[in-house]
């Protein structure tokens, strides 16, 4: 059963989104729309993604990416993750995209975005316990740089 949740973001969300990162965690996934009209799909940290409030993200995204000039283009996402047994979408505006630098020299772009509206998928007979997952390789290398943008993403400003 599908349902909207107006335009703020639910606990659920939020404590999923603002966990720290880890070696292994769930992927959340950013959908735009391509230039040929189909959904394409991004695969983004929790290192990634900030939440300063219940109404707005902040994404951290390779600045050349295809999601990126989607964005650029439509000023529209939408986030897709699972949380507490239940599939979340986060439909947002984007409100600015700006280059940073994100630990060492990388540099990234961090998109801004306004929550339109978010759904809430459930179903009464199952719970969803799988999302999308990753693992990271060499995360002594990795999850120091992600801890350190995590922080400035989540900043309240």
């Known amino acids: 059963m599908t349902r909207s949740l107006g335009a703020v973001l639910p606990q659920a969300v939020m404590r999923g989104l603002r966990e720290e990162p880890s070696a292994e965690d769930q992927a959340t996934l950013v959908i735009t729309d391509s230039v040929r009209g189909y959904p394409h799909v991004t695969h983004l940290s929790q290192a990634q993604i900030g939440v300063p409030d219940a109404t707005r993200l902040r994404l951290a995204m390779w600045p050349e990416s ?6 650029r283009r439509t000023s529209r996402l939408a986030l897709y993750r ?21 630990s060492g020299d990388v540099e990234l772009t961090w998109v801004e975005g306004l929550v339109v509206e978010v759904w809430e998928d459930t179903v009464p007979y199952a719970d969803l316990v799988s999302p999308v997952r990753f693992r990271l390789l060499a995360p002594e290398q990795v999850l120091p740089a992600w801890s350190a943008l995590k922080v400035r993403l989540d900043a309240k400003d």
Do not use: G
């Open 82 to 102: 699972i949380d507490e047994a239940a599939a979340y979408t986060v439909h947002a505006r984007c409100m600015s995209i700006e280059a940073h630098e994100s």
């Open 66 to 71: 295809t999601a990126v000039e989607n964005i």
